[in-house]
C-alpha cells in the first residue's frame, strides 16, 4: 500500500512542478483576522499528536509593519494537565511573494491561495520539536468545513508534493 502512495505522490508531485501554484497577494489582500484551521496534514507524525496537543481556538493573524505576519492561537495540552498554552510567532516577509519564515529562518511558511473562496492553505517546511516536517494547514475564514476546499485540486494536491503520507491527515 505504501509503494502504491508513493508511487500516487511521485506522479503528482511529477505533474504539479509543471503547474504554478497560486500564492497569497500580500500587496493585494490582508491576512488580519480570525482563520479557522479545518484540515492539516504531515510527511511525518503530526508533532501535537505526539505531545497530545490540540489547538482549541482558532488561529489570531495581525499584519505587522514591513508585511509581516503575527499568529497567535491556543494549545490544550495534556502533558501540562490540561492546561491551555497561548502561542504566538512572527512570520518574517521574504522577498518572494507568499514566502514567510519563522524562529529564525528554521521554518519557511508558504501561503497558497485555494481556489476556494475565504480559504487558503498555509505549507510550513523546517525543525519542528527536534524533526523536520512538512506540513500543510487548510484554514477558512469560516468555522464551517466546506467540502470543496478539502477536494482536488484545492488542498489535496497543494499537499501531496509536500507530503509523503496522506495518512496522516486530520480534520
Known sequence: MKS??????????????????PVWDEETQDASGTWYM?????????PWK?????????????????G????????????MGG?????????E???????????GGKRV???LKSQVDGHYILSIEGEMHRQQIRMAKLVGESPCLVAPALAPPTFSLCLRPRASDVMNVTG
Do not use: N, W
Open 50 to 66: 505526539k505531545l497530545e496537543s490540540v489547538s482549541v481556538t482558532p488561529m489570531t493573524i495581525k499584519t505587522l509593519a514591513g
Open 93 to 103: 516577509k521574504t522577498d518572494e511573494p507568499g514566502k514567510y519564515t519563522a524562529h
Open 38 to 46: 479545518k484540515a492539516a496534514a504531515a510527511d511525518e507524525e503530526i
Open 83 to 91: 492546561q491551555c498554552r497561548e502561542i504566538s510567532t512572527v512570520l
Open 109 to 111: 511558511v508558504h501561503i
Open 4 to 21: 502504491l502512495l508513493l508511487t500516487l505522490g511521485l506522479s503528482l508531485m511529477a505533474a504539479l512542478r509543471a503547474q504554478t501554484l
Open 68 to 79: 509581516h505576519l503575527e499568529v497567535s492561537f491556543t494549545l490544550l495540552s495534556s502533558r
